[in-house]
């Protein structure tokens, strides 16, 4: 039984020496596959931290963009607003029709003033003449003043 252990034992060594034969001849083999996994491996953990890092800054400049574009339709809205209010020509209309009717009125205002001027001068050239003094219109004397009378 011993023969038959030792047979056993050195079929088992040499089955463990051609295992660990063909364990070289693939370690060999796969060595650059190996090595190319590992170097794919750190670069594409470096990949995801650079991408990461990227989407962060692309969500960063998304929200300023947001904002920038708010910013923008509410200035939009403002200069469309002002630009209606430029272009709305009523205002202009109603003022101008009203300078329009002021000076009508300062028209009337000095004929009326004119008229006023003249009574209060026939006034007092009658006054005047009932107080037998010389008017103040000039250098009219009493016979002239016949004239200014209706």
Not at 101 to 110: A, G, M, Q
Not at 136 to 144: A, I, Q
Request: zero cysteines; hydrophobic letters at 30%; charged letters at 35%.
């Amino acid at each position: 039984m011993e023969h038959q252990i030792s047979q056993i034992g050195k079929v088992i060594l040499d089955d463990l020496q051609q295992i660990e034969s063909k364990e070289s001849q693939l370690n060999q083999i796969f060595n650059s596959e190996v090595n190319a996994y590992e170097v794919a491996k750190t670069r594409h953990v470096s990949l995801e931290k650079s991408f990461d890092i990227h989407t962060s800054k692309t969500k960063a400049l998304s929200e300023k963009l947001n904002t920038l574009s708010a910013n923008v339709d509410t200035v939009k809205r403002e200069i469309d607003k002002k630009g209606s209010s430029i272009t709305d020509t009523s205002l202009v209309v109603e003022i101008r029709t009203a300078l329009q009717l002021l000076r009508e009125e300062n028209k009337e205002l000095d004929v009326r003033t004119g008229v006023l001027d003249y009574e209060v001068t026939k006034a007092m050239a009658r006054e005047a003449k009932r107080e037998g003094k010389t008017p103040l219109l000039g250098t009219h004397n009493s016979e002239d003043d016949s004239s200014i009378d209706e």
